[in-house]
């Protein structure tokens, strides 16, 4: 059986598997991510909800797995090696349990750092910007009277969406028949930017017609669709 004592986040959590994944997540766009990719995958894995809302992550048993404070994390009991692994930050949780597998990312070389190049972009530009815009347009943000921080979110979350729409013209997913972790880790970021964030309209989401159906492609599979809702929110 596999020893989790090690990780103080074990005794807060306990794992009624300890020999599977252990994911500590919450249904947010970046905790879906690896939620979706490990149904995707059908890997053996266990899902403990860490409650942002109570700021469960900012526990010292949270911390002492992820010191960013962030969702999601995991432990993979049986990692490189045979050995344990700990991970934060779910881009290179993505990675990682991509080439674990061998799957959701291209074998060729040239197209395996592509891939994560596009997983990057939602890292770097589309998860901050959407998310900004998300504080301003819905959140405490909508209460500042200066108007240019939100305009100015928008009109980025504008571009990023054209990037995407221009990438996604005559493509069936990002890596065109691909389906990878490069689409797994933006479908939850514009389901929120047009669902949660009720931000479709300020953004002319219509108006982005590739990146629509590829969002309505991608939420009809049935690991996305389960992905979503775990860990499940109590």
């Given at each position: ?124 530009s589309?998860?901050?910007m ?16 200066d ?72 939420l ?13 929110r109590?």
């Amino acid at each position: 059986m596999s020893d989790l004592t090690p990780f103080p986040i074990a005794a807060r959590w306990p794992a009624q598997h300890p020999d599977r994944i252990q994911l500590y997540s919450f249904p947010t766009p970046n905790g879906v991510k690896v939620s979706i990719a490990l149904e995707e995958l059908d890997l053996p894995y266990e899902a403990h909800a860490i409650n942002i809302g109570k700021n469960e992550s900012w526990t010292p048993e949270f911390l002492a797995l992820n010191p960013n404070g962030k969702i999601p994390a995991i432990i993979d009991p049986n990692g490189p090696g045979g050995k344990p692994l700990a991970l934060f930050e779910s881009g290179a949780i993505l990675l990682y349990l991509a080439e674990k597998t061998g799957r959701l990312i291209p074998a060729d070389r040239a197209r395996h750092y592509e891939t994560i190049q596009w997983v990057f972009f939602q890292m770097a530009s589309v998860g901050p910007m959407f998310g900004q815009l998300g504080f301003f347009h819905k959140f405490a943000g909508r209460e500042i009277a200066d108007k240019r921080p939100l305009e100015r979110y928008r009109d980025e979350s504008r571009r990023l969406l054209g990037v995407l729409d221009q990438r996604l013209a005559g493509r069936k997913w990002i890596m065109d028949d691909d389906y990878t972790i490069a689409d797994i880790s933006l479908l939850g970021w514009v389901r929120n930017l047009i669902g949660f964030y009720e931000a479709g309209d300020i953004v002319g989401f219509k108006s982005f017609e590739n990146v629509a159906a590829w969002l309505e492609r991608g939420l009809a599979r049935p690991a996305v669709q389960a992905g979503l809702n775990i860990p499940a929110r109590s």
